[in-house]
Nanobody, 122 residues
Framework: VQLQASGGGLGQAGGSLRLSCLVPGRTFSSYAVGWFRQGPGKEREFVASIKWDSINTRYADSVKGRFTISRDNAKNTVNLQMNSLKPEDTAVYYC????????????????WGQGTLVTVST
């Protein structure tokens, strides 16, 4: 399964950006999908994840209250709405699929997208 992330770009501090992840395949609705990010010189870190049922979600403390993850199983997409952006949100953002939305380790996610760059200016 090859995921396709899109929607990155340049944002301003305090502003918003929306990322989308397309997960092709008829079994999309059975996967949990997560977003990760990797900033300059940093390790890849968990951002948010959503269970196949669209109800259960999980967020990193650093984005809680600012980012919202959602999914549309009819369109095979998962979105990450990023509000109140901060310069420290600058990173390449990746979407990934797993069998369990509770996983926060990248090693637990089997399928990955190519990444999309988000740059937040002051």
């Amino acid at each position: 399964v090859q995921l396709q992330a899109s929607g990155g770009g340049l944002g301003q501090a305090g502003g918003s950006l929306r990322l989308s992840c397309l997960v092709p395949g008829r079994t999309f609705s059975s996967y949990a999908v997560g977003w990760f990010r990797q900033g300059p010189g940093k390790e890849r870190e968990f951002v948010a994840s959503i269970k196949w049922d669209s109800i259960n979600t999980r967020y990193a403390d650093s984005v809680k209250g600012r980012f919202t993850i959602s999914r549309d199983n009819a369109k095979n997409t998962v979105n990450l709405q990023m509000n109140s952006l901060k310069p420290e949100d600058t990173a390449v953002y990746y979407c990934a699929a797993s069998s369990n939305f509770a996983y926060t380790s990248p090693a637990r996610y089997k399928w990955w997208g190519q990444g999309t760059l988000v740059t937040v200016s002051t």
